[in-house]
């Protein structure tokens, strides 16, 4: 049993510079910009009509589109993706909000992380 109250995370968020995105492996069905993150996981925006399970495992890559950050290969587990904005009739693509949580971080990817959101955050959420 946790003593956090409802609502609170356990880790801190962090806002994250237009422009960088996550691509889930090994189909990138879901590609989208991050909202934010934090060294548990992150969320981040997409277009799609897909209806997976939430407790789905693969890996993903973190990028910016300006090539000063990027990271792959991390494991995950996506805990949430919903729909957040619905298309209009005839439209089957919704935008979608999908959370993911990391999986067995290697040193590597846990100090690639934190050195991210220390350099490139955009600040607490």
């Known amino acids: ?70 990271l792959y290969n991390i494991l995950c587990r996506i805990v949430s993706d919903l729909v957040t904005h619905q298309s209009p009739p005839g439209l089957t693509a919704n935008m979608r909000r999908c959370g993911v949580q990391f999986e067995e971080l290697t040193a590597y990817q846990s100090g690639r992380l934190k050195y991210f959101m220390e350099k490139h955050n955009t600040g607490e959420k």
């Open 1 to 70: 049993m946790t003593n956090r109250k409802k609502g609170q995370r356990k880790h801190k968020r962090f806002g994250v510079p237009t422009g960088t995105y996550v691509a889930l492996r090994p189909d990138f069905i879901r590609v989208g910009q991050i909202t934010d993150i934090s060294v548990g996981g992150l969320a981040f925006d997409y277009v799609g009509d897909f209806e997976g399970s939430t407790a789905e495992s693969g890996e993903l890559d973190i990028l910016m589109l300006d090539g000063a950050f990027h």
